[in-house]
């Protein structure tokens, strides 16, 4: 019998060598179907989730609402799916990074829903509101036609009124039969003499009847004398009375016991020594709350 020893040692060599060979490329080819199946499936996910966050977008885009917050809050909820948008797109892509989007789209696409779903509700409760306000709105219409004609109506009435009040009113009032004034000197306690000369006179002596007025109202009346020098300064300044948002400074008050009938009054103002009588003319004034009833002037030389 003939034996080889190398020879055959050589064969179990070579032949292990061949089966290594054979289990490497096999593995290999394996891990590189393996490797472009991962790539693929990386790429399609990436893909995928870019397309789902700008269809996310493009819905936000297509919503218009009013309510401010509302707005803020899309805006907002619009951001994040943007910025994560943004990041899928320029990261390198791994299976691990993509599923952590994934749960971050996931939830974005949660509040999506939920915003979208207010938006509805309140676009809802809008229209209903717009269809009750149309409601209402057809009523107020109608009413305010009717409102219209019974304005007319009153204010044809309230014209009337304000007519017959307004007569009743010039008809009711005060005002002076006769008005005269004039300058003077005492001469005796009882005698006074009236004189043009401004050097002589001390007083003014103003006289006025009331005239009657079945109309007027009657009882205590007061009554105010305002005169003027010709400065434009009242003289024999007693004070002021305020009639409303008016008031009036006058020289002398008097209180008269009006009975509806004709009444004479008369009274005698006393300059101030500081101020005496001066050349001009001076004007009388005679008032009845802030009524004048009636105006005269004196003239000194």
């Known amino acids: 019998m003939l034996v080889f020893p190398h020879t055959y040692n050589y064969r179990i060599i070579i032949g292990s060598l061949v089966v290594v060979f054979v289990l490497l ?10 490797l472009e199946d991962y790539k693929t499936y990386v790429s399609q996910e990436k893909k ?13 885009e297509n919503v218009q609402v009013e309510n401010v917050s509302l707005r803020k809050k899309l805006e907002q909820s619009k951001g994040n799916i943007e910025r994560v948008l943004d990041s899928i797109k320029t ?21 999506n829903a939920e915003v979208l779903n207010l938006v509805s509700t309140l676009k809802t409760e809008n229209e209903r509101l717009a269809s009750k306000t149309e409601t209402i709105s057809q009523h107020l ?13 009153n204010k044809g009435l309230a014209t009337a009124n304000s007519n017959m009040s307004n007569a009743l009113k010039k008809a ?6 006769s008005l005269d004034a004039k300058a003077v000197k005492r ?5 006074i003499v ?8 001390n007083k003014l002596y103003v006289a006025f009847t009331l005239a009657k007025n079945k109309l007027a109202t009657s009882g205590v009346k007061d009554l105010y004398i305002q005169i003027l020098n010709p400065n434009n300064n009242v003289v024999a300044d007693q004070g002021s009375v305020s009639f409303g948002e008016q008031s009036l400074i006058y020289s002398k008050k008097l209180k008269v016991e009006y009975k509806k009938q004709d009444i004479d009054v008369n009274t005698l103002i006393t300059t101030d020594i500081d101020e005496p009588l001066t050349k001009g003319v001076y004007f009388v004034n005679v008032f009845y709350d802030n009524t004048r009833l009636g105006s005269t002037s004196i003239l000194l030389k």
């Open 172 to 177: 009711s009032a005060l005002s002076l039969a």
């Open 194 to 201: 009236s004189t043009d000369n401004s050097s002589k006179a």
């Open 25 to 34: 490329g096999s593995y290999t080819l394996t891990n590189y179907i393996q």
């Open 48 to 60: 995928l989730l870019e397309n789902e966050l700008s269809d996310m977008v493009v819905r936000y």
């Open 141 to 153: 219409v109608a009413a305010k036609n009717n409102t219209s004609s019974l304005v007319a109506k």
């Open 91 to 111: 990261l390198k892509p791994s299976a691990s990074l993509l599923s952590l989007y994934r749960s971050k789209i996931n939830l974005l696409q949660k509040e």
């Open 187 to 191: 001469v005796t306690k009882k005698r």
